[in-house]
C-alpha cells in the first residue's frame, strides 16, 4: 500500500444509463420525485453544463475511461460482435458478445487506481471489449465485476445470464453467472413476465456487498455503471411499478422488438417513473451504507448519465420531458443527447448545495479524479489527455484552467459538434449550423450564415481535433 494511502479519498461513479437532463426533480421533473438524489445535490455540488463523452454509451464510456475525446479515443461507436449460440434451457444465446475492445496501449482508469494501492469494483455495464477479448475487466485493473459484458445482452432486464470476474473467489476471468429461474422461462413473449432474476436488482445487491468489504485502511475506486432506466421497460410488478400504475396518462403502449430484445409493455410511462424511482432509492441505500460503515466523509460521490435520453423501447421522451430545456436526443451532438445531470458530494471540500455552470466533459475526469486521490504518475505515459481536472472548481480552491473547446463526434449519424464559450458548432454529413447556447440553448436559430468568421474557426478546431479511424469514419466540414 501507498504512503498515506488511507488519507486518499474513495471515489464512487454512480453512472446510470440514458437518464437525460431533465429526468431527476432536481433538475427540473414533474411527473415523479427523486428524494434520495436530490439530497445529494443538497448535500454537495449540481453541475448544469456537465457533457457526456459522446451520445451513445460505449464511446461515452470509453471517453470517461481514457481522459480522451471521441475524436481521439479508439471506441467511438457501439461497434459489437456476437458470436456462435449456445442454449440456456429452451432458449438460445449469443457464445460470444460485447464491443469493440479499448486500446490496450492506453491506459484506463481502474489500472491507474489500482496501481495507486486502490481497491477497484466495477458493477454494471462494461462495453469495453468483448467476452475473450484483450480488455475485459479481468485484464484491464478491476478486482471484482459483476454485471453485463455486453451491452447489448442489457436489454434484457431479465437476461439468461450475467458476467462476473472476482479475485475474491479465485476467478482466473470472466465467467457467466447463468441465472437459472430465468431460463426456465422464455426470453420473449408473455412466458417471459414469469422471470424473476431482475439483473438491477442483483448488480445492485453485489455492488452493496462490495461496498460493505470496504474499510478505512485502504480507499477504494467503485464504478457503478447501473443500466436504469435504459430500455427494456420492464422491472418486477412490486409496490415502486404499482405506484405509478393508472397514474401518468395517456399510458403509451410498446408492442416490442424481438431483434432489439426489447420486451412489449402496455405501460411504458409507469414503468419508466418507477424505474427511475428504483434507480434512485437504490442510490440512497449506497447513500446510507456509506454512512453505516463511517465512509461518506472520506468519499466522494458522484452520479450522472452516460448520455442523453432516448426514445427506444417504448420511451417517450416528448411526455417526460426528458432532454429538459435542450434540443435532441441519444445519438445526437445537439445540447440534449450529450448535456447530463453531473453531481459531486465531497464533505468538507465541496460547498453543500451549490451550483456550478462550469463546462466540461467526461474526459476531464481522469485528471479530476487522480489529482483527488494525489495521483501522478500516469501524466508520464506515452499518450495525450484531453482532460483539464475541474478539482478547483469543485472546492473553490485554486485557479480553474478552461478548454479552449470541447469537442465530439458519432459516426453512426455522422454528427460532429464543437462548444467553444457561448458558441456550438453542429455538424451532420458536413453541413453546419450554428447556435449561440446562451441565447438559444434549445439551438433553434441557425447563426452561421450571420457569422462565417466564427463557423471556419469551429471547422478548424474539428480538424484540429479529429484523427482518422477507420472503424468510426465521420464526414468532415469543408475545410475553410
Not at 490496450?104 to 477479448?133: C, Q, R
Not at 465467467?175 to 426470453?187: P, Y
Not at 448488480?203 to 452493496?208: G, K
Amino acid at each position: 500500500m501507498p504512503a498515506l494511502a488511507q488519507q486518499r479519498p474513495n471515489i464512487l461513479y454512480i453512472m446510470c444509463d440514458d437518464m437525460g437532463y431533465g429526468d431527476l426533480s432536481c433538475y427540473g421533473q414533474q411527473h415523479f420525485r427523486t428524494p434520495n438524489i436530490d439530497r445529494l445535490a443538497a448535500q454537495g455540488m449540481r453541475m448544469t453544463s456537465a457533457y457526456a463523452g459522446s451520445p451513445v454509451s460505449a464511446p461515452s464510456r470509453a471517453c470517461f475511461m481514457t481522459g480522451q475525446h471521441s475524436g481521439h479515443t479508439h471506441v467511438r461507436g457501439n461497434k459489437e460482435y456476437w458470436r456462435g449460440r449456445v442454449a440456456y434451457g429452451e432458449n438460445t444465446d449469443f457464445a460470444v458478445v460485447g464491443q469493440e475492445p479499448y486500446d490496450t496501449a492506453h491506459v484506463i482508469l481502474p489500472e491507474i487506481f489500482k496501481a495507486a494501492g486502490y481497491h477497484t469494483g466495477m458493477f454494471g455495464k462494461w462495453a469495453g471489449g468483448y467476452e475473450g477479448s484483450v480488455s475485459t475487466p479481468d485484464k484491464r485493473g478491476v478486482d471484482e465485476f459483476y454485471g453485463y459484458i455486453c451491452q447489448f445482452q442489457a436489454h434484457l432486464y431479465f437476461p439468461n445470464f450475467l458476467n462476473r470476474y472476482s479475485r475474491a473467489l479465485g476467478d482466473t476471468g470472466v465467467v457467466r453467472e447463468v441465472l437459472e429461474q430465468n431460463i426456465q422461462h422464455a426470453m420473449y413473449g408473455d412466458d417471459y413476465n414469469n422471470r424473476c432474476q431482475y439483473s438491477a436488482d442483483l448488480i445492485h445487491q453485489r455492488a452493496l456487498d462490495w461496498l460493505r468489504k470496504q474499510d478505512k485502511e485502504t480507499p477504494f475506486f467503485g464504478i457503478f455503471t447501473y443500466t436504469l432506466p435504459h430500455a427494456e421497460l420492464r422491472q418486477p410488478d412490486d409496490s415502486l411499478l404499482q405506484a405509478f400504475r393508472g397514474k401518468l396518462l395517456p399510458e403509451r403502449s410498446f408492442k416490442g422488438d424481438n431483434p432489439s430484445r426489447y420486451n412489449p409493455t402496455p405501460e411504458a410511462h409507469a414503468q419508466f417513473a418507477a424505474m427511475i424511482t428504483r434507480l434512485d432509492a437504490q442510490v440512497g441505500e449506497i447513500m446510507a451504507l456509506l454512512e453505516e460503515r463511517g465512509l461518506a466523509e472520506n468519499t466522494v460521490l458522484i452520479f450522472t448519465s452516460d448520455n442523453g435520453p432516448h426514445e427506444e423501447g417504448g420511451a417517450d421522451p416528448d411526455y417526460f420531458n426528458h432532454d429538459g430545456k435542450f434540443r435532441g436526443l441519444k445519438r445526437s451532438t445537439h445540447e440534449g443527447g450529450i448535456r447530463i445531470p453531473f453531481i459531486v458530494r465531497w464533505p468538507g471540500h465541496v460547498k453543500a448545495a451549490s451550483v456550478s455552470d462550469q463546462p466540461f466533459a467526461f474526459y476531464d475526469l481522469m485528471p479530476t479524479f487522480c489529482e483527488m486521490a494525489d495521483i501522478h504518475d500516469w501524466e508520464q505515459r506515452p499518450w495525450d489527455c484531453d482532460g483539464i481536472s475541474i478539482l478547483p472548481t469543485l472546492t473553490g480552491k485554486g485557479r480553474q484552467r478552461q478548454h479552449d473547446h470541447l469537442y465530439w463526434e458519432f459516426h453512426e449519424t455522422d454528427m460532429l459538434g464543437v462548444r467553444q464559450g457561448d458558441w456550438k458548432l453542429v455538424v451532420r454529413h458536413g453541413g453546419c449550423a450554428l447556435y449561440n447556447l446562451a441565447r438559444d440553448p434549445h439551438e433553434d436559430h441557425d447563426e452561421a450564415v450571420k457569422h462565417p468568421g466564427i463557423v471556419r474557426r469551429l471547422i478548424q478546431k474539428i480538424y484540429e481535433d479529429h484523427i482518422d479511424s477507420p472503424l468510426f469514419p465521420v464526414t468532415l466540414p469543408p475545410m475553410p
